[in-house]
């Protein structure tokens, strides 16, 4: 009877059905869940980015919260995923994530961003935010993870602002940074780094260097009443004495300086005018001296020169080396070693030996000073394209072109999550578009050599 009454009413009788019945997709929905725990299960990264990306297109916040759940445990898991595996997967996940286009999966990205346990995840959910800044909030989400209890996960934070000239957020990172850079404050590499992090994200909003939190609180605060000449940039200040190569400050605790060794290193370098010899010198006197500035404008010369000088300087505490490369990579040692007396010696005539020939293989070069784990910064100095093969007259190598796409890509993969700074400094000739993006990406600064 009651059969009978239902089969009367045909509109119940679909609705039971579509209650009764899997909404469409679920099927592959569960079977991608079961992927994923089984990617996870067996540390297979591309299988798990796979199931991964089609759980986020049901743009649910559960999809959102299952994907970031297992990716926390998969990023955290032992043993660490290598570096690059590690980029690539969190790339495309981020990638991912920031497409979700539902109310409800967006505000669960915020919130895993926020409060999810895994600092992968945080930072997962913060680059994803880049992909939609309007929607997400950028500026506001950066300076939130500022305050994360993770260095890697703060200095995704500062990349996002450094180049946000406003002053809130100048206010929110020196904030920030006067809690890192107190005596008391972190330890650990980890955080040493971060705070050299911080003081190239308050020199690129500010176009000035200063050594600490409380002398970039100092600056801003004496110009506060004036913001808009707060971000522009003040005259030299030739009254603060900074160790330096070729003008460029030398910061950090654990350097590794990477100097182009090759055959066009031997070039010369035009001689200002100023230090032209006066004419009432005699003329073997002239021929003398023009003979010695054309040997002390030799470029090979002049960065040994600063580089000697920079060793010389260096204040014990810090750690370094000297990476020499040209046709082959001729490190002064493996790793970087505490400065000492013995060492800067050893250090001085390891450079005073360097001749320049052969070729720029700049990308082995980088790949060396990488390979200490504890190095925070790396100073370039070079004066042509990398290239294995070389070239004739003044057209870039033909490989060329390929080495620095491929050198970009690397430091990227290796570099993301360590927050490594890379200065970098041309002598005439040198690829400058190349230089400049490998430092503005990697939290330098590029600057010519004149």
């Not at 009443?225 to 030299?236: G, N, Q, V």
């Amino acid at each position: 009877m009651i059969l009978n009454s239902i089969l009367q009413r045909p509109l119940l009788v679909l609705a039971l059905f579509l209650l009764a019945a899997p909404p469409a997709g679920a099927q592959d929905y569960k079977a991608a869940l079961n992927e994923l725990a089984k990617a996870e299960r067996v540390r297979d990264p591309d299988a798990f980015a796979s199931a991964a990306r089609f759980l986020l297109k049901d743009d649910s916040a559960r999809a959102v919260r299952e994907v970031c759940d297992a990716y926390g445990r998969f990023a955290s898991a032992k043993p660490p995923l290598e570096g690059v595996v590690h980029y690539h997967l969190h790339s495309e996940l981020a990638r991912a994530l920031g497409e979700i286009g539902s109310g409800p999966g967006q505000e669960e990205v915020a919130r895993q961003r926020e409060k999810a346990s895994a600092w992968e995840v945080r930072c997962l959910c913060l680059d994803a935010a880049s992909f939609k800044p309007a929607v997400f909030g950028m500026q506001g989400a950066a300076i939130s993870r500022l305050q994360d209890k993770t260095p890697a996960v703060v200095r995704r934070a500062l990349e996002y602002l450094r180049h946000d000239r406003q002053l809130v957020v100048v206010d929110a990172v020196i904030a920030r940074f006067l809690e890192v850079d107190l005596p008391k404050g972190p330890k650990g590499d980890d955080w040493n780094r971060l705070r050299l992090s911080f003081r190239s994200a308050l020199s690129s909003l500010l176009k000035v260097s200063r050594a600490a939190a409380v002398d970039y609180r100092n600056y801003v605060d004496a110009r506060r009443s004036m913001p808009a000449d707060l971000f522009e940039k003040p005259p030299p200040e030739a009254s603060l004495t900074r160790l330096s190569i070729f003008g460029m400050e030398v910061s950090g605790n654990n350097l590794a300086f990477v100097l182009d060794i090759s055959g066009s290193m031997m070039s010369t370098d035009p001689i200002p005018l100023a230090a032209l010899p006066g004419k009432t010198e005699t003329r073997p006197k002239t021929q003398a001296r023009e003979a010695q500035m054309i040997e002390d404008r030799r470029r090979i010369n002049r960065a040994k020169k600063e580089l000697i000088k920079v060793v010389q300087t260096l204040p014990e505490g810090k750690k370094f080396s000297i990476i020499a490369y040209s046709s082959d990579v001729v490190p002064w040692k493996k790793l970087l070693v505490p400065v000492s007396p013995a060492n800067r010696k050893e250090a001085v005539e390891y450079i005073q030996g360097l001749k320049a020939e052969g070729l720029t293989v700049t990308d082995d070069a980088l790949e060396a000073a990488f390979t200490d784990l504890t190095v925070d910064t790396i100073y370039l100095i070079t004066d042509g394209a990398p290239t294995h093969v070389g070239v004739r007259g003044p057209e870039m190598p033909p490989d060329a072109e390929d080495i620095i796409r491929r050198i970009h890509k690397r430091v990227r993969e290796i570099n993301y999550f360590r927050g490594v700074r890379i200065f970098t400094l041309g002598f005439p000739e040198a690829e400058e578009d190349f230089l400049k993006k490998l430092a503005a990406e990697n939290a330098g600064e590029y600057m010519p050599i004149r």
